[in-house]
């Protein structure tokens, strides 16, 4: 009865399966005990009745269960359709989107058939999860992400129903549609308005397909995605580039509207006064594509796809995209904090009334709260506040404030690249020491296939884009460097990273779940954000052990030991910073690098805590 409701067309009687699927739980608890009691009947079951069967294609290979397993995997079932069925009723597409994250990456995986379903209820009929328009979720999206200014999406629903398909159409019968549409307002500004209202239901019927196929690719298996996200990543460049011409006519507009208000501008002053043009629609593209393009370098280390050698150019190209993706956000941070909400008047208020109404309330002020009255509190950097700032006019100038979703967006970038930036200076040192080599033997011996070749073979799929910057061979050379430090020495800054990261992690988890947007999955989330957590630790222990290697001791000496050869130069620099990570080729890669007597150790990877960040050790020294 479960499985017939779950797969009722557009989600129809999905809500009837949670009772069915917890008794199937209840059933399979009291068949697992009473297992042991029954006797085997020889015969009933042959595990190569697949092989008789009439098929198109040859038998493929089944993996026989033992009974343990086998339960196992059906209670995992049932708690994944369960999972489905409770975010049916999705309330923003933050935790719809935050549930499809943690629903694929979750451990075990999920098994294929609560897969499959996830992808039929996510999308029928132009309906997200069997309830709500998928251009109404993807305009959410835009407005979650970005907070562009409110009459932006006014008229949608209208506009969209007389626009219906706008997205497959050319800009002639664009045009055709546009002139079709009867004005809503009869004045000049209504009028300017409608223009970007119409464009950006236009653009919002393009960006559904991306949208949707990003959010069908979570729940499919990891190879799978892996495959799919190649393809996606260029899904959004072509967006990307359409929504700089939808940006282009936006500002266009909104020139229109503010010299129709305000008049020209002719003074040079009064022009450097206007405030930047906001760029919407490309920002929220950019920012998923970045996203994209880091789930995507991430996959093949939780498939196992890369060699020893390879991790550090692929963390190096990971810290990369999340460095673009950290500084995208922070810009549309800035931008929404720069707008203008809009201008109120200040009521005046009569203190000898506010003083005997609020004796009336029965509170009375201590003489520590009047003097706190007396001062005036400067204005809030924090962006979960709004600032406000009097004027001359009686008026308040507020400013608006970015939501819940774009701070999550980017403490999680934050976190991610301080793990991701620990992990590569981690391999940093221990190729510094010796101990991890960017040329194994297998590769030297080959002409054609240098490291060099293997960068180009592995980042082909991001090499035709037009932004964020690819990392080249050269700068991931720079970066392997670290500014010529000691091996030691980097791993004291790695360590650095490691306990920014746990300390910012501490400070998700004791977020609630409305707060950080996970009510689909709070359990996933915060089983995810401990992971994370134990990275950090283990990593740090890891470093210390590190800091007591034989070679690396030894590296430090003779480092320490040129310096003092050296003429004394200016005072030691600072600590090593972003900059110095990402780029600026330095001297000590010119020199010769000291012969060490210490034995090599091999270095041992542990992705015990995370499938995306290991903890990075060295075996004991062999006898």
Known sequence: MALFQVIAPKCSQYPQAGPQLEAMRTHISGLKATHALGTEVVGAFDHTIHRQLVANTPPRAIALLN???????LVQMCTDLMSIGKALPFTDTANLVNFFILFGSQKPAPGAFPRSIL????????????SRKVEDVVRESIQETVSPVSWIFDNFDVLQTKLGGAGN????????????????????????????QTNVVMFVEKATKPFVDTLQIMGQNTSRQ???????????ETLQEQAEVFDADVHAVLEELRIHQLGPTDDEYGALEQPAAPFYFVSWVYHLKLWVMEWLLLLGSELELYSPFEYSMVYAYVDSVLGAHSQHLQRIRSIIQSEVIEPEPVVPIDPILTKETHEESGIKDTSEQKKKKKKKKKPSASATTATTTPTTAGKVIEYAKPKKTLLMWQYLTSVKMQLTRGVFLVLASLTKAGHLTTTPPHIASHGLNDLETLFAHRFRAFRLLSSPEALTFENFLSRVDCDGLDSIAILDYANDYFSEAQRVLDQLLMLSATEAEVLLCEDAWRKDIKNMIKVCIASKIGIAGLQKDARMLELRKSTLEAQKRKPAASSPGPKLTTAQIKSSPSSGSKASAPVLKAPVRKVVFEWKYHSWWPVVTLAPPSS
């Open 67 to 73: 009974f343990d397993e086998t339960i196992e995997q």
């Open 119 to 130: 992808q039929t209820v996510l999308y029928e009929d132009r309906i997200v999860m069997g």
């Open 169 to 196: 159409t050319t800009p002639a019968s664009e045009f055709q549609m546009l002139e079709s549409i009867p004005e809503l307002a009869e004045d000049n500004i209504s009028s300017y308005k409608l223009r970007i």
């Open 226 to 236: 892996r495959r799919n996200l190649r393809k996606i990543v260029q899904l959004w």
